[in-house]
């Protein structure tokens, strides 16, 4: 059996000995070996010479006659990345000073119309204090499925082990999910709802007067503001006759900017607060959200800061992604 290595000092060959030890062949000796066996020397007797064994000498002999040479080939594996005059050195300093590779993040497309609206909003509210934004009620929807991790699933593995059950992420062709709508302020979070289906503005306007409006007493009063995306149903008819009724004031909000409302960090906490209990029927999924809701308040905080900070950072960041 050979083993064959790569290194700047030469071509090497590795070569295994009755299975018990490897014995190094340098470029020299092979040659060597080469000139007994055409002046007419066996191998056994070649072997004895050059103190190895004479499957050694026999697989030396093999690889001259096959490609004229005693160098070796090509090493199989991987294509090199980067060019030899680059040193490996260069690659552990670009590391020193923080320039890992990393996978890239996964945001919405914005364009010179979004980039233009997000300058505009900005200015408006960066000097909102935190008395104002603790009047905000935060709202959105999820949807929760009952197969599969809702995060990223990373396994130690061998190379041989790529398909075996337990190194896969396991999916179905529509899984059962349930969409969930809820709400938070900076004082704390507001009541959830299961909503059956797709939501739509039927369905909406039962859920504001129903949940939200509930909600945004409790925590705030009837003083606030209310934030929801521009989601159809959101912008409804019926559900802005609703909002005209019941005296509701809109936080104007942008399209492309779920990384502007503070909720949904909540939802990927959840997310991974379910996928450690992995459920199995729909009561159980129904179960885990709930709890994980409740269990959020533990780690909700006051973000009134935290708000006020990230729309800061999206005006240094010139309105983009944030």
Not at 75 to 98: D, I
Not at 113 to 130: E, G
Not at 259 to 275: C, F, M, Q, V
Not at 286 to 314: D, P, Y
Request: aromatic share 10%.
């Amino acid at each position: 059996l050979a083993y064959r290595m790569c290194q700047n000092s030469g071509p090497m060959l590795w070569l295994r000995a009755r299975m018990k030890a490897f014995v190094f062949i340098s470029t020299e000796q092979q040659h060597r070996i080469i000139l007994l066996h055409e002046e007419g020397y066996s191998c056994t007797e070649i072997a004895k010479r050059m103190k190895c064994h004479r499957t050694t000498v026999s697989r030396v002999v093999e690889k001259y006659q096959i490609t004229g040479s005693v160098d070796d080939g090509l090493c199989s594996g991987r294509p090199r990345k980067l060019r030899k005059c680059v040193h490996k050195h260069s690659h552990c300093r670009l590391l020193a000073r923080g320039l890992k590779g990393c996978r890239a993040r996964s945001k919405p497309l914005l364009t010179d119309t979004h980039h233009s609206h997000r300058h505009a909003w900005t200015k408006k509210y960066v000097k909102w204090t935190n008395e104002q934004w603790s009047k905000v009620i935060f709202s959105d929807e999820s949807n929760f499925y009952l197969t599969g991790d809702q995060c990223n699933k990373y396994v130690r593995r061998f190379p041989v082990e790529e398909f075996r059950p337990y190194c896969l992420n396991l999916s179905v062709k529509h899984p059962l999910h349930m969409m969930i709508w809820g709400c938070i302020a900076a004082s704390g979070i507001g009541w959830i709802k299961i909503v059956q289906g797709i939501m739509n503005s039927k369905q909406y306007v039962e859920v504001l007067e129903k949940t939200m409006l509930p909600s945004a007493q409790q925590l705030v009063g009837k003083d606030f503001y209310f934030q929801d995306d521009n989601a159809p149903c959101h912008r409804a008819k019926s559900v802005q006759q609703w909002m005209k009724r019941h005296g509701v004031r809109l936080l104007d909000w942008l399209a492309q900017s779920p990384d502007l409302n503070p909720i949904e960090n909540l939802w990927a906490k959840i997310g991974y607060e379910i996928s450690k209990k992995h459920p199995k029927t729909k009561q159980e999924l129904t179960e885990s959200i709930i709890a994980a809701w409740h269990h959020i308040v533990t780690k909700l905080g006051n973000c009134l800061s935290a708000i006020q900070r990230h729309k800061e950072f999206v005006l240094e960041r010139k309105w983009y992604t944030s």
